[in-house]
C-alpha cells in the first residue's frame, strides 16, 4: 500500500471513529433523557422538599446537551483539526460548558417564582407577592451577566475595557433610554410603596383590572372584558390608585320606594322589620347600619337603606346582597305594601269628558 493511500485510509479511519463516538454519546443521550433522568427525577421527588426535583427539570435539557459536548471533546482525539492543543477548541469546550450551566440556573430562576410562593404559604415567610416576579427577573438577569462575562473572558475579551465603554456611553444611553429608566423608576416606586400586589383589583384613570404580573418596564392588569392591557410603571406610578381589594367591607347604599297611599303604621313596619333583617343578618356588617323614612316623592316614599357587607368578594357581595332583596319583599308581602310605579294622572275637562264618552258608545 502507498503512502498516499495509508493516509487517505487513515483518515478515513479518524473520520468514521469520530462520527461512531458521537454516534454513541447521541444514544448515551437518548438513554439518558429516556430513563435514566426518569428514574432520579422520581426518586428526587419523594424528597420532603420539592427543592431537588425543581433542579433536576431546570437542568434536563442542559444535561442532554451535556453529552453532547462530551462527545464532541472525546472525538477530537481523532480529528486532524480539532484536538486539546487547539486553543480555540478548547475556549469552545469550556464556554459550552459554562453556558449549560447558566442555562440550568437560568431555568432555576424562573421557578423561583412558585418557590418563593410555596415558602411564603409554608413557612409564613414576609415575602410581598409584588417582590418575588423582580426577585425572579433580576436574578436571572445576573446569571446572564455572569456568565456572559466569564465566556467573554475565555475567548480573551477584556471586559473592564468593555464596562469603562459603558461608563463613557452612559450619558447618551439614558438620554435615548429616558423611557425605560422612567419605568425601571416607576417600578421601583411600585415595589416600595406598594399600592397593590399581584391578584389585586384597582382603577385608575387608565385601567381597571386585576394585576397578573409586574415587571421592571410594566405591569400587566387582566380587565373584567378579560383584555390583558400592559401599563408601563412610569404611567402607574404617577396616577391615582384606587385598590378595591383593600377594602375591609363592601358597601350597599339604595332607596326603596313604596306606594304613597301606605299607611303611616305600614310604612314604619317595614323600616323597623327592615332594620332587624339587616342586624341579623349573619352576611351583613353590624357597624353601620342605617334604615330611615328619608324623603316624599311625587309617586311615593323613599326609604333610605345603607349597610355594608362583611364580604368584599364580587360573587359573594351580589349573593348577600341578593338574599337582602329577596327578605325585603318577603317583608313587603306580609305586610302588604306594594312598591311605587312609575305613573301619571291625567284629568279631562267636561268636554273632553263627554267626547271620550261620545267615542266609547259608538264604539260599542
Not at 381597571?208 to 401599563?231: C, H, M, N, P, Y
Not at 408601563?232 to 339604595?254: C, D, H, Y
Amino acid at each position: 500500500m502507498s503512502w498516499q493511500h495509508w493516509v487517505s485510509y487513515t483518515a478515513l479511519t479518524n473520520i468514521g471513529i469520530t462520527v461512531g463516538i458521537l454516534f454513541i454519546f447521541l444514544i448515551f443521550r437518548k438513554i439518558f433523557s429516556k430513563y435514566v433522568f426518569k428514574v432520579l427525577l422520581w426518586l428526587v421527588k419523594k424528597a420532603p422538599s420539592s427543592f431537588f426535583s425543581q433542579v433536576m427539570l431546570a437542568f434536563e435539557k442542559p444535561m442532554q446537551w451535556v453529552f453532547i459536548v462530551l462527545g464532541i471533546y472525546v472525538s477530537a482525539d481523532y480529528s486532524h483539526y480539532l484536538n486539546e492543543d487547539n486553543h480555540l477548541f478548547l475556549s469552545f469546550m469550556r464556554s459550552s460548558l459554562i453556558f449549560l450551566l447558566g442555562w440550568g440556573l437560568y431555568n432555576l430562576a424562573s421557578s423561583s417564582s412558585l418557590f418563593f410562593t410555596k415558602m411564603n404559604t409554608k413557612y409564613s415567610m414576609e415575602i410581598d407577592e409584588i417582590l418575588i416576579p423582580f426577585i425572579s427577573k433580576a436574578i436571572r438577569v445576573i446569571i446572564v451577566a455572569i456568565s456572559f462575562t466569564i465566556i467573554a473572558q475565555e475567548f480573551g475579551y477584556n471586559i473592564s475595557g468593555f464596562v469603562a465603554g459603558l461608563g463613557i456611553g452612559g450619558l447618551a444611553i439614558s438620554l435615548a433610554a429616558k423611557d425605560a429608566l422612567g419605568n425601571l423608576v416607576g417600578g421601583v416606586v411600585i415595589i416600595t410603596e406598594k399600592p397593590f400586589s399581584i391578584g389585586d383589583w384597582i382603577m385608575t384613570p387608565s385601567v381597571e383590572g386585576t394585576i397578573e404580573d409586574i415587571s421592571f418596564r410594566s405591569t400587566k392588569v387582566r380587565t373584567f372584558a378579560q383584555a390583558l392591557v400592559t401599563v408601563p410603571n412610569a404611567t402607574l406610578a404617577n396616577e391615582n390608585i384606587t385598590n378595591w381589594s383593600k377594602m375591609g367591607k363592601r358597601q350597599v347604599s339604595f332607596n326603596l320606594r313604596v306606594a304613597h297611599d301606605t299607611p303611616k303604621e305600614k310604612l314604619e313596619n317595614v323600616v323597623k322589620r327592615i332594620n332587624y333583617l339587616l342586624k341579623n343578618h349573619e352576611g351583613i356588617h353590624p357597624e353601620t347600619i342605617l334604615v330611615n323614612f328619608d324623603k316624599y316623592q311625587e309617586n311615593g316614599f323613599d326609604i333610605f337603606l345603607y349597610f355594608f357587607t362583611n364580604t368584599t368578594n364580587w360573587e359573594e357581595f351580589l349573593k348577600v346582597k341578593e338574599e337582602v332583596n329577596f327578605e325585603i319583599l318577603d317583608i313587603l308581602d306580609n305586610e302588604s305594601v306594594s312598591l311605587a310605579l312609575q305613573s301619571r294622572k291625567l284629568y279631562l275637562g267636561p268636554e273632553m269628558e263627554n267626547q271620550v264618552k261620545f267615542v266609547t258608545e259608538e264604539g260599542s
